[in-house]
């Protein structure tokens, strides 16, 4: 029997010490035990491996996920549309996938049909379906289209990973239809966005230009001049920009080639999470076409798009990304009020509901328990904002503020407190 041993070596005691430290800093962060302890979401082995249940503070981030990568989009001049979960196989195999890819993809069956069906992995096959739909013109292009549809891969039960590795799964998914000369500015917008993108959730970031293997062209769809074609548009935009980025030959999709955002966490790990990709073929495979200015048929341009990639895999890089310690905007629960003792509860439900009104989240912790056994429960959940209110505080309308941040920030008027708890909530800071 066999055992594959891994050993690292380091030039210096300095660096075997850091490296050391992020291990152990890695495991205090490790998203599926902040998961379960701030109760986002679970696994059931009776539900089955890779396929999460979510929990309401777990689906509240992944809804939040999806409302602002959703406002992006439509920024962007992207249309929502939502697509069936299941397919005929017929589409997959104009598309590719059937030959490439259908070892990763779960098979459906009907009762009352022999056709073969499939679960979808991605959405652009349908995509394409929805363009063709129409005549469509020069002058209607870009056409740009936008998914948050459940995807499904059958993954190894070994390379499942918590959050980081499923078999269901969505993303904020894309696809814009372009003329050959639209294509350089959509990806100079897609770009911007995903940079906007990475700066709210506070992460840097690198590209990865991913390119063909010249060496294995098997494992590739379409013509030598059509992949010539993408990887110089990819190649030209970020050079033209100055953006740095490293080439992968080998790591493109097997339909095109990628721009892939290497993001890094505050632990220096990188993540591949957006990505760009510039398609000729397979708008080619399912006869997508366009009239041009001349009267003539022409074939449009695919670009396909995901600004955070799968919302699920980037909740769980996020809760080790923030140590489950989230931004007061994709906070769950923002606000915490904690009366001293019983008599000062009817307060702390009215400061709760002021803030309610105005649109925040908040929690009254009760005093059922001690007062200092509430403040560390507020800690331990990593709540934004708790507010200790007793006498004091009644009398004048306020409370005494401790914020995760900061510490103690003193005593607060509840109107400027929701002032500033709104204007921190709408910058997303």
């Known amino acids: 029997m066999l055992t594959r041993v891994y050993g690292l070596a380091f030039a210096t005691p300095r660096e075997l010490e850091e490296h050391l430290k992020m291990i152990e800093e890695a495991e205090k962060r490790d998203h599926r035990k902040l998961g379960k302890e ?10 089955g491996p890779g396929l999460p249940l979510y929990k309401p503070k777990g689906a ?32 997959f195999k104009i598309s590719g996938h059937y030959d490439k890819y259908k070892d990763d993809m779960f098979r459906a069956r009907s009762n009352y ?24 013109s020069y002058k209607d292009l870009p056409i740009r289209v936008a998914d948050f549809a459940n995807l499904y891969r059958d993954e190894k039960p070994g390379e499942l990973n918590g959050l980081t590795r499923l078999r269901a799964f969505s993303q904020d998914d894309g ?9 350089k500015d959509e990806l100079l917008k897609l770009l911007s966005a995903v940079n906007g993108v990475m700066k709210t959730y506070k992460m840097e970031y690198r590209f990865r ?24 548009l990819l190649r030209d935009v970020l050079e033209e920009k100055k953006i740095k980025y490293f080439p992968a030959p080998g790591e493109a999709a097997f339909y095109g080639p990628k721009l892939d955002l290497m993001a890094k966490d505050s632990l220096g790990r990188e993540w591949q999470l957006s990505t760009i990709q510039a398609d ?7 006869g997508l076409e366009y009239a041009g200015a001349d009267g003539k048929k022409y074939t449009p ?73 509430r403040i560390r429960s507020a800690e331990t959940s990593k709540i934004p904002y708790t507010l200790i209110v007793g006498d004091k505080e009644a009398a004048a309308k306020t409370a005494s503020v401790r914020s995760r941040k900061n510490g103690q920030e003193g005593e607060v008027s509840i109107d400027d407190l929701i002032v500033k708890l709104q204007e921190e909530d709408k910058k997303r800071a």
């Open 38 to 47: 701030l109760g986002l979401f679970v696994f059931s082995d009776l539900v």
């Open 301 to 373: 341009i695919m670009l396909h798009s995901a600004l955070v990639g799968s919302r699920e895999r980037f909740l769980g890089v996020l809760i080790e990304h923030f140590a489950g310690a989230f931004p007061l905007w994709i906070s769950p629960v923002q606000v915490v009020v904690i009366p001293v003792s019983e008599k000062h509860n009817k307060y702390a439900k009215s400061v709760m509901e002021t803030i309610k009104k105005y649109g925040l989240r908040a929690e009254v912790y009760e005093a059922n328990e001690t007062l200092g056994k």
């Open 280 to 286: 000729a073929n397979m708008p080619k495979r399912f």
């Open 209 to 232: 230009l991913s390119l063909r293997d010249e060496k294995d062209k098997k494992k590739y769809i379409g013509s030598d001049a059509d992949w010539k074609k993408s990887q110089k």
């Open 113 to 136: 049909t022999e056709e073969e069906y499939f679960l979808k992995p991605m959405n652009c096959p349908q995509h394409t379906q929805i363009y063709a739909s129409e005549t469509r």
């Open 60 to 91: 509240f981030i992944l809804q939040k996920i999806k409302e602002y990568s959703n406002e992006i989009r439509k920024e962007l001049g992207y249309e929502e549309v939502h697509t069936p979960q299941i397919n005929k196989a017929e589409l």
């Open 175 to 183: 696809h814009a239809f372009c003329r050959e000369d639209q294509v």
